[in-house]
């Protein structure tokens, strides 16, 4: 219960955050992409700057949200940032969530796991010692609660990837063999899919657009996830794009290896179920079946020889 009223009120609070103060949209790539969008069609005629219509809620959040920042800063150790940034990377870098927004969600968790310890610990009229170790403990799982979060987000977004990649790669096959360039091939799978791979190959492409070479994004794309089957794609593709080998034939066999490893990994996971259900059906179903079996007997046992329950 504790754990669960704890994560209720960190969610709330994090929700609350979130809608004070929601970053601006473009952010990265996409803020190339609107420097090339200019570029191509000329500079827009300066507009006289309004003023932001704020409501009271982002006035007051904005500065609550920056002390935070601060605080998490200051708590968090050293080179835990690029830690952060890549936790982010493989989450898919979610609106509204960066390094300085992060660190602010685990200064907020803190704050409010040692107010909940605090107050539970209080309410129950417990000793200095158990009361201490509750605060402590609830102010360290309100700190870890946003890397729990985003690790779980980066872990669905893996696993999601690692379902995709064989199909996405069997339609990539098809179009470049129909004539297709790697590049249209690859703008084709992306409009025709959805899902964290398409976004990844939207990314690829963006990124060739805004002039980074071909080799540079998709060796990027690998470096951004830790999927083995998407970095043994990108290191396959760079390759063939620096030799000079056919891409047609490198997708074939990449293609070929997915389908292989898709159905391995099928097996495996089929040949785990019955060690799975092993534990559930000693501790579970057989002291039911158990009962129902022997309980009968077991009475009539006891009412002839003891002359129990007669």
């Not at 219960?1 to 809608?19: E, H, S, Y």
């Not at 920042?69 to 080179?79: E, Q, Y």
């Not at 249209?184 to 060739?208: D, K």
């Not at 097996?267 to 579970?284: G, N, R, T, Y």
Request: with cysteine; hydrophobic share 50%; charged share 20%.
């Amino acid at each position: 219960m504790l754990a669960l009223g704890l994560a209720c009120v960190f969610a709330a609070l994090l929700l609350l955050v979130l809608a004070f103060d929601r970053p601006a949209p473009t952010r990265g790539v996409s803020r190339s992409l609107e420097a090339v969008r200019t570029m191509q069609t000329g500079p827009k005629p300066p507009t006289p700057r309004a003023e932001p219509d704020r409501t009271v809620g982002a006035r007051l959040g904005s500065p609550l949200l920056r002390r935070l920042t601060v605080l998490g800063r200051r708590l968090d150790p050293t080179g835990r940032t690029h830690h952060l940034r890549r936790r982010l990377d493989l989450a898919g870098n979610p609106d509204g969530w960066d390094v300085d927004r992060v660190l602010a969600f685990k200064a907020l968790g803190l704050l409010v796991g040692l107010l909940v310890g605090l107050a539970l610990g209080l309410l129950l009229s417990w000793g200095v010692g158990a009361l201490l170790a509750v605060v402590v403990l609830a102010g360290v799982l309100g700190w870890f609660v946003p890397d729990l979060v985003l690790y779980q987000m980066g872990y669905e977004r893996t696993q999601r990837m690692r379902r995709e990649l064989p199909d996405a790669l069997d339609l990539l096959t098809i179009s470049v063999e129909s004539g297709l360039s790697f590049d249209g091939a690859l703008a084709q799978v992306a409009r025709n899919t959805e899902g964290p791979l398409a976004s990844e190959f939207f990314r690829v492409l963006q990124e060739m657009q805004i002039g980074v070479g071909r080799t540079t994004a998709i060796r990027a794309m690998g470096e951004r996830t830790d999927l083995p089957d998407l970095r043994q794609f990108s290191s396959a593709m760079v390759q063939a794009d620096t030799f000079g080998i056919p891409i047609a034939g490198v997708l074939r066999v990449q293609a070929r290896e997915m389908r292989i490893k898709r159905s391995q990994r099928a097996e495996e996971q089929a040949q785990k179920i019955p060690v799975k259900i092993l534990f559930p059906l000693i501790f579970c179903i057989f002291p039911l079946l158990m009962v129902v079996i022997l309980g009968p007997s077991i009475v009539t046992i006891a009412r002839t020889l003891f002359g129990i329950g007669g």
